[in-house]
């Protein structure tokens, strides 16, 4: 036997052995079905949160939950602070000192932040709270381990008394990925929207901004290969990447090594502003939950990312069932072209979702609500993305006892759900209600507020039984201002093969 196949003949040796003590259990190996995946606890999860405002007069409040989990790893905590500050001790073999966490303003210059974290939760089950003030905020980059990772969720919520994009702007800090899709943007004159990227990582990021307008693809040079830092914040003014101005777009951003959080900052000079979140993964049917039931305009951007046109019917699910908006029973989406539809005063007074559904085959489609509240100067704006159902759970932090409004959706069966409200950031007593949800409706219920109520408090929605359910929560302050955020699952839970030991794989 010579020396090459002697090699491969112990490599392959060792291989097996070591296969034999974690085998998947197989049909073809068992003769059985295999058993189906265990849902256990994460033990960590990461978060980004964008850089809250360029305002001198924004104020922003963070607000950090994590739901008690059976099952969760003990001990652990959760961090939150500036995006290229790394926590001293915080298991990564990290000597704590700061690798320069550095943000891009509107106007080219940096700002830097040091100091400690913006909060830091106490245990799960309880919210903690961090405020900050002004327009030099930068991006914040958390993390959270053992029993404060599971469904770990934190409310980034900002209030900016005048001026462009003035009212209430609010976001869910999500985990860094590589593709985002954001239809609802513009360049239109009035308009000031910023792609904000933030690498949490310890290695440079590479992105490509595309742009997609009612006649196809923009061209934008300055979208192309772009490199955000590690620990780096980079906010881009869209209309910098584009001369052509365009009241609706479709951003696409795709990141080609490492990983980003993306948001996009969408400001009107005269109808307010929030944060335009990413939408949920090009699908063939889509819900928009959450239309506020005072809503005065209602405009639906849509976009097909593939070769084929998309056909779709909308409905809206209404406290009453499943209805058709009168003229906008369907919409042709032209493949690579951003459309829109304005369906105004949609919800007539009663709370409601958007439904989109395929009027012929199945296309994979995009798609984003902007949604105004009031009229004249007066007007405010919000966005609500295309968003998965709840899932497992989901859950939503930085409530309030009377600006908060929580709409639940079950647009193909009825669905039984559960609704707990935690304790509150400085006292109270959690309390719990379940809900049942008729095929087709949209609720706006009156969610549980925790007994002795004091500072803020999460909520987290657990369906129980029935269809999928989707979900969202409107925070008001004032006549107008106001903000949405969807509840899609908040991945608290992963899925785990059940493995066996199976030496018999020695003698195959």
Known sequence: MNRTTLSLFVGTAALAAVTAFAAVDSPSASGA????????????TSLVCPAPSSSDLAETTYTSFTPVTKGAASGGRARLQAAGEQPADDGSGDDG???????KKKDGKEKKSGGQPVLTPKAPGTPATGDTSGGDTPALVGTADGSFAPGWTVQETTEVAAGTGRGLLGVTCAGADTDFWFPGASTAAGRTDYVHLTNPDDSAAVVDIELYGKDGAIKAPLGENLTVDPGASEAILLPTLTEERQTDLTVHV??????????????????GGDWLAPAADPADGL???????????????????????ADLKIRLASPDGLITPAGNETVHVKSGMTTTVDLGDVTRGEPGSLVLTPADQAVPVVAALQVVRGKGDKRETAFIPATAPVGTRATSAGNSAKGTTLALSAPEGTATVKVTASAGSEGGTPATKTYTIKSGTTQNVDAPVPTGLKGTYALTVEPVSGG?????????????AFTVQTLPTDHGLVSVPQTREDLSILQK
Do not use: C, M, N
């Not at 058993?35 to 033990?43: S, W």
């Open 287 to 309: 819900v928009l939950p959450g239309i506020p039931k005072d809503a005065t305009d209602v405009r639906l951007t849509a976009f097909v990312p593939g070769d084929d046109d």
């Open 254 to 271: 795709s990141v080609r090594g490492g990983r980003v959080g993306a948001a996009v900052r969408a400001l009107d000079d005269k109808a």
């Open 468 to 480: 999928p359910l989707y979900a969202a929560r409107t925070l008001t302050s004032g006549d107008t």
């Open 97 to 103: 000192k700061q690798k320069g966490g550095k943000e």
């Open 33 to 44: 079905a295999p058993a189906a995946a265990a849902r256990l606890p994460v033990e960590r």
